[in-house]
T-cell receptor, first 112, second 113 residues
């Protein structure tokens, strides 16, 4: 079955700098890769996703890149702001699967 | 809120008592999930459902049971609560095919004393 590894577990960056979180997956059949953000005391919410027919997707300050050959995908946040402080989760699945396989999460800390 | 609600939001219960958490959705999504979230462990799947009366175990199912008698409701029961089941519980719903985003409920904070 699918396995998703996420690194780092904690990331501390200076406000205004960029942050990168990486995930690797094991099942080459996986074709949908979402990223969720969970603020303290709140529920996880989707912030961006990518499908395997696309190499990169951007939405304002966030972007996700996918390398199918290496089976890894990354979340990039530019010009980080205090409100980016949260736990970020990656996941992988296929359209024919009904489960999301989750990474363990990355706690992002934005230092003022 | 994607039409998913959990109840109760907070509960304190005593060791050995049964507890039932409810997840209700109005989206008619086929797939529903129960996760627990503990510090350092991310989201761990307890049980999931792929249709009415169709359920299966996740990675941490011991001590938990579920039922889904209607599309909109997915119940999680702790048969005899233990302190190790103190956690935050999230329900999630998910569509199939192109609609693969998972939507989470607000969470239930359960404390077993």
């Amino acid at each position: 079955g699918e396995n998703v590894e996420q690194h780092p577990s904690t990331l501390s960056v200076q406000e205004g700098d960029s942050a990168v979180i990486k995930c690797t997956y094991s099942d080459s059949a996986s074709n949908y890769f979402p990223w969720y953000k969970q603020e303290l005391g709140k529920r996880p919410q989707l912030i961006i996703d990518i499908r395997s027919n696309v190499g990169e997707k951007k939405d304002q300050r966030i972007a996700v890149t996918l390398n199918k050959t290496a089976k890894h995908f990354s979340l990039h946040i530019t010009e980080t702001q205090p409100e980016d402080s949260a736990v970020y989760f990656c996941a992988a699945t296929t359209d024919s699967n009904y489960q999301l396989i989750w990474g363990a999460g990355t706690k992002l800390i934005i230092k003022p | 809120d994607a039409g998913i609600t959990q109840s109760p939001r907070h509960k304190v219960t005593e060791t050995g008592t049964p507890v039932t958490l409810r997840c209700h959705q109005t989206e008619n999504h086929r797939y529903m999930y129960w996760y627990r979230q503990d510090p350092g462990h991310g989201l761990r799947l307890i049980h999931y459902s792929y249709g009415v009366k169709d359920t299966d175990k996740g990675e941490v199912s011991d001590g938990y049971s579920v039922s889904r008698s209607k599309t909109e409701d997915f119940l999680l029961t702790l048969e005899s609560a233990t302190s190790s089941q103190t956690s935050v519980y999230f329900c999630a719903i998910k569509g199939r095919g192109q609609n693969t985003e998972a939507f989470f409920g607000q969470g239930t904070r359960l404390t077993v004393v």
